[in-house]
């Protein structure tokens, strides 16, 4: 099992930045790949962002393209979200999750299979 703590969130003014951070812990060596999500209320959980946790290799939503970036540093065993020129619109809770099954879509929420608490970030107008 892994277990996955978020942190970074908070309250930014629109065209700030926020970098959050997910730190896995437990079976590691099982992870394929790191992805964000995020549900504001009312809506359903969608995706944001994900990293191969081996490969590198990067997804975005296309509403955060440019203005998002994933990365990990493997050495401290943490992955981020650094988040710039935020909008009220991604005003969410945002989500870590760790995916272990390869062939499956990485954009799908449903195929992560470990979570983290979530994270509050508010963008005010």
């Known amino acids: 099992q892994v277990q996955l703590v978020e942190s970074g969130g908070g309250l930014e003014q629109t065209g700030g930045s926020l970098r959050l951070s997910c730190a896995p812990s437990g079976r590691t060596a099982s992870t394929i790949t790191i992805g964000w999500f995020r549900q504001a209320p009312g809506k359903e959980r969608e995706f944001v962002s994900a990293?191969?946790?081996?490969?590198?290799?990067?997804y975005y939503a296309g509403s955060v393209k440019g203005r998002f970036t994933i990365s990990r540093d493997n050495a401290v065993n943490t992955g981020y979200l650094q988040m710039n020129s935020l909008k009220p619109e991604d005003t969410a809770v945002y989500y870590c999750a760790a995916r272990f099954r390869r062939g499956t879509v990485v954009e799908s929420w449903y195929n992560y299979d470990s979570w983290g608490q979530g994270t509050q970030v508010t963008v005010s107008s």
């Open positions: 990293i191969g946790w081996n490969s590198g290799t990067t």
